[in-house]
């Protein structure tokens, strides 16, 4: 029963790929190339090991001669049964006359001496079904063949593959199948198969184990990425569609044109797979994959809230700024930032002690310990109800908090104490009036700091020009590099 309306005329044998974009090229043509390299090899090497009496291949006179003493190791004869044209398609529904002086090649059967002179004798005869029989072919498959291939001439047998395998009318012109990719020969245009033969269905089982011995012959012989790549491809998604005489197959990575039968109407066989490529197109029509729904979570806004947090509201006491003569906690962190950001690269994340002389409520030295947790926060003021604020926005450190005069105060000095850094503004050495004091100072700090950090606020910065002049005034070298600079490393001198 003819299962496709067909128009009286058959196009020329051709096949024509596109690939959806260079990287898809890049990355699956190598592999498609090495697949069908392999394939010609498990063709006669599943004779050597038994999975079948015979098999066919196509050998120009130079790969014959090749061949020829690796199959005669093997008990194997090679007999050509035909000359024909060189083909630049994988695969051809029909052979190409050879013409004198063109590139020919042989269509050669190979097997055993005796399978071979039996496969001679029903190829000379058309027994089509002893062919297919010495060839490994299913039954069902040999009388599939006879039916479309011999009996109704199609030129391609997709169509009536997924009839039988969607069990449908004829009268329906679109068909939706799954199926095992060992029976998938939807990519054979491209020459990706795991079977030599056309199945009767996409569900054929003999087809299937016969697909699964050749693999693992493949295997066998070393192709474990040819038969990795091979289940793969096989396993995509793929359409097939058939309109005058042209037949396109879509895929996630190419699209080929190719002969088919003429139809005054369109047929269409879509496989659905189980995966697809990285490489494949993406689409919201089959067969390509549906792009994901792009994740608040993956966006470049998203991804920039990461990289630019929005701090959590914090509700400060009154006294957090005002304790350190500021109007308002803005104007605090901005003062703090340019000696927060040398803290930073002065200790290079390191573990050391922070003295910060003159430390108000400790709000400077919280956030040095908030950038490098591996610093130990350590300050000294004479107003009580600073330090009380300060043990409470440093709980941890209470004991390292001390109420006194920076000039008079000893426990900080103890003599097994020393400091990776200490935070000084120079106006209060200036400020002292007892020089014996800020001698002591001085020494105590040359003494037991390792490094030293000068700053300063307000008027202070312009009361001697700059910080560079009020360091000077202070005995205290400015090391920075910026004359302007509001904060600097320093050296008692």
């Known amino acids: 029963m003819e299962l496709m309306e067909r128009l009286d005329f058959v196009l020329p044998d051709f096949t024509r790929l596109s690939w959806v974009s260079d990287n898809a090229r890049e990355v699956w043509e190598p592999r498609i190339s090495q697949i069908t390299k392999a394939f010609l090899e498990i063709e006669w090497l599943s004779v050597v090991s038994g999975v079948r009496p015979c098999c066919l291949t196509i050998v120009t006179p130079e790969e014959f001669v090749a061949k020829a003493g690796e199959w005669a190791k093997q008990g194997l004869n090679a007999l050509p049964l035909q000359i024909q044209g060189l083909s630049n398609y994988s695969y051809s529904s029909t052979s190409i006359k050879a013409e004198l002086g063109k590139p020919f090649a042989f269509r050669i059967v190979i097997g055993t ?11 000379d005869t058309s027994d089509d079904q002893e062919i297919g029989r010495l060839l490994g072919f299913p039954s069902c498959c040999n009388k599939f063949f006879q039916e479309t291939w011999v009996e109704q001439e199609l030129v391609d047998t997709t169509w009536p593959m997924a009839v039988n395998t969607a069990l449908t009318s004829e009268k329906v012109k679109n068909i939706e199948i799954t199926g095992s990719p060992e029976a998938n020969i939807l990519w054979r245009w491209m020459g990706i ?14 087809t299937i184990e016969f697909g699964k011995k050749l693999i693992e012959v493949g295997r066998k012989a070393g192709y474990n990425a040819e038969m990795d790549w091979l289940l793969e491809i096989l396993s995509w998604s793929v359409e097939w569609s058939a309109l005058h005489g042209i037949a396109e197959i879509k895929t996630s990575i190419l699209k080929v044109s190719t002969r088919t039968d003429a139809t005054p109407t369109k047929y269409v066989v879509k496989r659905k797979g ?17 792009p994901p729904k792009p994740l608040l979570t993956g966006s470049s806004g998203f991804q920039r ?8 509201a914090i509700k400060y006491p009154e006294w957090y700024a005002i304790d350190n003569g500021f109007s308002s906690r803005f104007s605090m962190d901005n003062a703090h930032n340019p000696i927060l950001a040398l803290v930073v690269a002065t200790l290079s994340n390191r573990e050391g002690n922070i003295l910060d002389i003159g430390c108000g409520n400790g709000a400077l030295l919280k956030k040095i310990y908030e950038a ?8 000294i003021e ?12 440093l709980p941890q450190f209470v004991s390292n908090l001390v109420c006194g005069d920076v000039f008079e105060e000893d426990s900080i000095w103890a003599d097994d104490r020393h400091y990776a850094l200490a935070i000084l ?6 400020e002292a009036e007892d020089a014996e004091k800020v001698a002591k100072l001085k020494e105590r ?35 920075a590099s910026d004359i302007d600079a509001k904060v600097s490393m320093g050296k008692i001198q």
Not at 193 to 206: K, T, Y
Not at 372 to 379: E, K, Y
């Open 372 to 379: 490098n947790p591996q610093a130990i926060p350590f300050g």
């Open 305 to 312: 809230g990461l990289d630019n947090p929005i701090s959590t």
């Open 113 to 123: 001496p005796q399978d071979v002179s039996a496969f001679q004798k029903a190829f």
């Open 425 to 430: 503004m120079p106006g209060r050495i200036i």
């Open 445 to 479: 700090i040359e003494k037991h700091c390792e490094n030293l950090l000068i700053y300063a606020y307000g008027d202070w910065l312009t009361r001697y020009e700059n910080l560079a002049g009020l360091a000077q005034q202070a005995g205290i070298k400015f090391i």
């Open 382 to 393: 004479i107003e009580p109800s600073k330090i009380q604020h300060g043990q409470e926005l």
């Open 193 to 206: 198969r795991a079977v030599p033969h056309l199945p009767c269905s996409f569900n054929c089982q003999a």
């Open 274 to 290: 189980e995966t697809a490529p990285l490489e494949g197109a993406k689409g919201l029509n089959f067969p390509y994959s549906t």
